[in-house]
Antibody
């Protein structure tokens, strides 16, 4: 079964850091672009970051540039999101999503999400 | 950056009704447009990609059309299980922006 499972969410103070992980199974992880998408409570979906199969290309939404870093370990079938200098507005459910084999593809598989709360 | 808008923001329709949701890009995106369905408390699900290609397993009552800047998602006969929020997304280039969503419920 194709599956993505996120972990690492929790409560963190403003200015703090958190590292999210996403474990992939059931498909050849190294063949796909991967993404992070977030959803603030009661709000819509916001794309956060994408990473190419070999990690050589990364893209970010402006609001997280310089604070968040997307990375992957193909040997461990895992995707990561290092989040630094966290702000209250980063509070959201963070979803890991499979973005396809091409540079520009829709997100066809989603994890169940992990909640990040930034609050003092 | 290209902005994505959707209309209406919400709608209420009867079972069996034909429902149409519009998505507009502020600049042309060819057919790099996807539609997602998110049921209450659930994970988003890909319905349509490349503007009009139905994802495997999605009921045929869903269809998509459009190219360039104007796109449409149509539910030909609304069913109770279609209650959800629907999002469009551009994926021609970063940022891969989502529309604000259209909430659909049953009248």
């Amino acid at each position: 079964e194709v599956q993505l499972v996120e972990s690492g969410g929790g409560l963190v103070q403003p200015g703090g850091s958190l590292r999210l992980s996403c474990a992939a199974s059931g498909f050849t992880f190294s063949s796909y672009w991967m993404s992070w998408v977030r959803q603030a409570p009661g709000k819509g979906l916001e794309w956060v970051a994408n990473i190419k199969q070999d990690g050589s290309e990364k893209y970010y939404v402006d609001s997280v540039k310089g604070r968040f870093t997307i990375s992957r370990d193909n040997a461990k079938n895992s995707l990561y999101l290092q989040m630094n200098s966290l702000r209250a507005e980063d509070t959201a459910v963070y979803y890991c999503a499979r973005a396809g084999r091409l540079p520009h593809d829709a997100f066809d598989i989603w994890g169940q999400g992990t909640m990040v709360t930034v609050s003092s | 950056d290209i902005q994505m808008t959707q209309s209406p923001s919400s709608l209420s329709a009867s079972v069996g009704d034909r429902v149409t949701i519009t998505c507009r890009a502020s600049q042309g995106i060819s057919n790099y447009l996807a539609w997602y369905q998110q049921k209450p408390g659930k994970v988003p699900k890909l319905l349509i990609y490349a503007a009009s290609t139905l994802q495997s397993g999605v009921p045929s009552r869903f269809s998509g059309s459009g190219s360039g800047t104007d796109f449409t998602l149509t539910i030909s006969s609304l069913q109770p299980e279609d209650v959800a929020t629907y999002y469009c997304q551009k994926y021609n280039s970063a940022p891969f922006t989502f529309g604000p969503g259209t909430k659909v419920d049953i009248k």
